[in-house]
């Protein structure tokens, strides 16, 4: 798909969700001509705007939306048109009341808020192609259109749905899936607790139950859900593809969103593009936000992507809605850029009066042009031109870590040594420890060939196949070092233990059996000893015995005392290391062994705390250094390089003097290299 039409925007992308029918048409113009003052040069519009596109069945109304689009095409401003299909409208839901969705409990759920509907009911998609198709073929050659926005953040308020459309849907799915029921059988090992099928018309989607429900099932219902509503978004993208070619397409994903299988999804956009709301009171936050970052870039194989929506200020949906003081909304704004984003929009452009967003911020607030809010907002746009040269540019981890949602899914089910084993928390430690030590990260998926990177992290692969585990052996015997967390190794695709001891494929790849799981309780540590330094594990541990593996950390505490904690195997020309602990803060010593060993080192070393630095990289290789201080103190930051500040226009010596929220973004000869 060519992004011709959308690159045809100058710079990088400024903006936000407009919703002008929310408004009198008198205020549209003063809203364009604010646009023009701030630097908006792209709004996403008509994204919740299904019943004022069509009132019913049979009438359509299309003349606000012809005259809105005139209007800010007249102004120099591009269009991300949405198909409006996230919230059907209420005569439609009266017409099929069986579109609305229903909960494992058998509630069906209510119109009135948003994404009210099965993503397995005919009746909606049907209605949902057909709204599409309309605004393609009005729209499609608008000199004012950049970009299609298929519905909007899918999964946020409705995942699942147990109706009987779902169930058919889910036989449907179950049967391409496993061909026969013979084989759904031995998938889902119904041996256990007389649970086999005669038919698959005897299957139903995993409702609530007496008691657990088959583990094998709820993966495949995880599957089925993320790809029920990937067939939503197939189906309106299969439209504007060919109604409206050559126009790329997006829908906007919600960072690191358990629900949905984002490398699937991403392959069915043009362009990538993320909700990211980091929350203000969260000291931490921007750590997080890196994360959901890097995994944003990595879903197109390091294409820049767009950050969709932010709040400028204040969400309104957390308990306590806390504002960002004054120089964060700026320097969250770059963070995404330093991470790979050629634009930054924001939920919203002017704020609501009335419904439940009405107090969420707002690049235009409730008081207008003399709000602080309006100042920064025009500040930032002003900023933004001035850094419209890297748009294009590229950044590339040097580790990877690996993301596999089917693992993901399976970990998180129920019945396992430890409920305290989640993703995220699995996750959250290793990658701030890089973040921490000036170490871009790249993701990849269980299926990508990780010969480019020379470090590869994998904090959890619970769920294994033997064909990945053949990929991660091949890939440390040419010389790379893997770094494996615990609980790994454990299923395979069908969430069957794999026969002869854990890891499973890894054991020989690792060079360790695991005689037994040994989870730690809750609020209790586990002593671990690495070279005379005492480090602390939580939620879990394990008894592990080298098969060829060198003993790096052993158990200081506890019944595992003596016992090896940290590993090492060295195969072929590369090593393979396991932690069969949960070290959470306490990680970042361990990944310094391998770190070391890889020969990976920070992006600028010599950094001081807070300060973090990101490089991407023009084609002709100019490269753009970004440095953010997040601290609360004024830094001096070392550089290697002299450069010039794009945001200042100012050279730059030996070293930067940075205050706290402050941020430089360093245009550095292509010359220069990394060390």
Known sequence: MTMDRLTRVPGLLYGGDWNPEQWPEQVWAEDVKLMAEAGVNLVTVGVFSWARLQPDEHDWDFGWLDRLLDLVHRHGIAVDLATATASPPAWLVRAHPGLLPVTADGVRLEFGSRQHYCPSSPAYRQAAVRLTRKLAERYRDHPALALWHIHNEYGDHVQECFCPASAADFRRWLRERHGTIEELNRSWGTAFWSQHYNSFAQIEPPRTAPGPVNPTQLLDWHRFCSDALLALHRAEKAVLDEVSPGIPVTTNFMSMLKALDYWEWSRHEDLVSDDAYPDPADP??????????????????????????????????????VPKRPGLYRLWSLQALARGADGVLHFQWRASVAGAEKFHSAMLPHRGTAARGWQETVRLGTELRRL???????????????????????????????????????????????????????????????????????????????????????????????????????????????????????????????????????????????????????????????????????????????????????????????????????LGPVLDLPLADAGVSAELPGLPEG????????????????????????????????????????????TLTLAPLGAAVLRLPAAEERP
């Open 611 to 654: 300060i973090e630095a990101t490089r991407r990289h023009a084609a002709d290789g100019t490269g753009y250094l970004f440095l953010l201080n997040h601290g609360p103190d004024e830094a001096r930051v070392p550089l290697r390089t002299p450069g010039t500040d794009l945001l200042t226009g100012a050279a730059t010596g030996d």
């Open 388 to 586: 419209g040269e890297i748009a294009g540019s590229r950044l590339r981890g040097q580790v990877a870590v690996l993301l596999d949602w089917d693992s993901w899914w399976a970990l998180e089910l129920d019945d396992h040594p430890s409920a305290r084993m989640r993703w995220l928390d699995l996750l959250r430690p290793w990658y701030a420890a890089l973040y921490e030590r000036g170490i871009t990260v790249d993701f990849v998926p269980p299926t990508a060939e990780p010969d480019g990177y020379r470090l590869l992290l994998a904090p959890n692969l619970y769920l294994l196949d033997t064909a990945t585990a053949d990929r991660l052996t091949a890939y440390v015997r040419a010389g790379g070092r893997l770094v494996c967390g615990p609980f790994s190794g454990i299923a395979d695709r069908h969430d069957h233990i794999h026969p002869g001891g854990h890891p499973g494929p890894l054991r020989e790849l690792l060079g360790i059996v695991v005689d037994e799981h040994w989870p730690i309780p809750d609020g209790a540590t586990t002593a671990v000893r690495l070279d005379g330094t005492e480090l602390h594990a939580e939620r879990w541990s394990e008894w592990i015995e080298p098969e060829g593996a060198e003993p790096i950390a052993h158990y200081g505490s506890g019944a595992l005392t003596g016992l090896p904690a940290v590993t090492r195997h060295r195969l072929g020309a590369g090593s393979a290391w396991y932690l069969s602990c949960h070290l959470g803060a306490d």
């Open 284 to 321: 931490r936050a921007h750590v997080n936000a890196a994360l959901n970052y890097d995994l944003m870039r990595s879903l197109k194989g390091g294409r820049p992507w767009l950050l969709m929506e932010q709040a400028p200020s204040a969400v309104s949906w957390r308990p306590v809605n």
